[in-house]
């Protein structure tokens, strides 16, 4: 009887040994088969010839930022580079995840446009670390400048300054004082800051020219038709009255100085919805960026200057993209041309902007 039950009991622990090992040999296999697959995936992509580029945009708030996307896609194809592309939909913690996904796959360059000066180092040290060079586009960042290639962009501040120089030639011959409005565009962006101070820095030059309220626009059609809607609101509440003449705090808006064109269209779409043509009573209009339907508007007579910020960006960067490639150093700062347009100019001879 003893037998038969030390048999039994040898049988059954056998049995329970080998499950245990066939478990063992399945579990090492999937893992394997896991990390075989995982390996595949990255090596598939580092084996092709072509360059590989990891690219996060900020998002597609504007004419002019999804013609910046354009140029950059077609520059690519130009080149022979693949781009892994991500839309970072105006937040910061997708562009840190993008950033950290182009590491894991081992992309030859990353470029980004980051949507707000800070909070960079981190993921900066982290694709040093792994040996991949990384390229500004657009935007600058406040962080150690070992931790990037260079920049390629426009000049934020000339871009102020240009439009400041035209106010004041503008205004050459005014008397008293000009009161500016200023609708600025994303908070703690390089570009806002650079724009601003460039402004600043030369109308500072003359007493006359006073900034009596600067309002967040973040770089927003809609924002900018907020904002229009706010100024007509008060302007109502305050004078009693819908004239062509719009005030600020009872202060007369002399001068709308916009960042871009998103928001100076958005907020002329509040002045025409009311029907107030502020132009026409000497309001100065002045804008940033250059779409077509802002130069449109222009033409029109709604507005007085345009300050070109170009978004054809896409040959400049592969140019770069191939030389960083080769080992070779970059330009810490690569400027785009831009120019300025105004209501002076013979737009016949202007080719249609594209975006």
Request: hydrophobic share 40%; net charge negative; glycine share 6%.
């Amino acid at each position: 009887m003893k037998r038969i039950i030390r048999k039994n009991l040898i049988i059954s622990l056998s049995i329970l040994f080998i499950t245990i090992a066939i478990a063992v040999i399945i579990s090492v296999t999937l893992i394997h088969s896991k990390t075989l697959n995982n390996s595949l995936t990255k090596k598939n992509i580092k084996n092709s010839d072509k360059l590989i580029l990891g690219f996060s945009q900020i998002g597609s708030e504007s004419s002019w930022r999804t013609r910046n996307t354009q140029s950059i896609f077609e520059a690519a194809a130009d080149n022979d580079i693949q781009i892994l592309f991500d839309d970072a939909q105006q937040k910061q913690e997708n562009q840190l995840k993008a950033i950290r996904s182009f590491i894991v796959y081992q992309v030859d360059v990353i470029a980004f446009v980051p949507i707000v000066e800070d909070g960079w180092d981190n993921v900066l040290q982290e694709a040093k670390d792994a040996g991949i060079p990384v390229i500004l586009v657009d935007r600058q960042i406040n962080a150690d400048p070992s931790l990037y290639a260079g920049f390629l962009g426009e000049n934020g501040v000339e871009e102020g300054r240009r439009a400041a120089r035209y106010l004041v030639n503008k205004c050459k011959n005014r008397s008293g004082d000009i009161n500016i409005f200023e609708i600025s565009g994303t908070e703690n962006s390089s570009i806002v800051e650079d724009r601003a101070r460039g402004f600043r820095e030369i109308i500072s030059t003359n007493s006359k020219f006073k900034i009596i309220h600067s309002e967040n626009g973040d770089f927003l059609r809609s924002r900018g038709k907020e904002i229009g809607d706010m100024l007509l609101a008060s302007n109502v509440l305050e004078n009693g009255n819908t004239t062509n003449t719009i005030y600020y705090n009872k202060q007369k808006i002399d001068v709308i100085f916009s960042h871009n064109d998103s928001m100076t269209l958005g907020f002329l779409d509040s002045m025409e919805a009311h029907k107030i043509n502020p132009k026409g009573k000497g309001t100065i209009i002045i804008s940033i960026d250059g779409e077509q339907e802002c130069i449109d508007a222009m033409i029109a007579g709604k507005i007085n200057c345009v300050v070109e910020c170009n978004p054809n960006h896409g040959q400049m960067l592969m140019a770069l993209v191939k030389q960083i490639a080769r080992g070779e150093p970059i330009p810490r700062i690569t400027y785009n041309y831009e120019t300025v347009f105004t209501e002076d100019d013979n737009f016949s001879k202007y080719d249609p902007r594209g975006y």
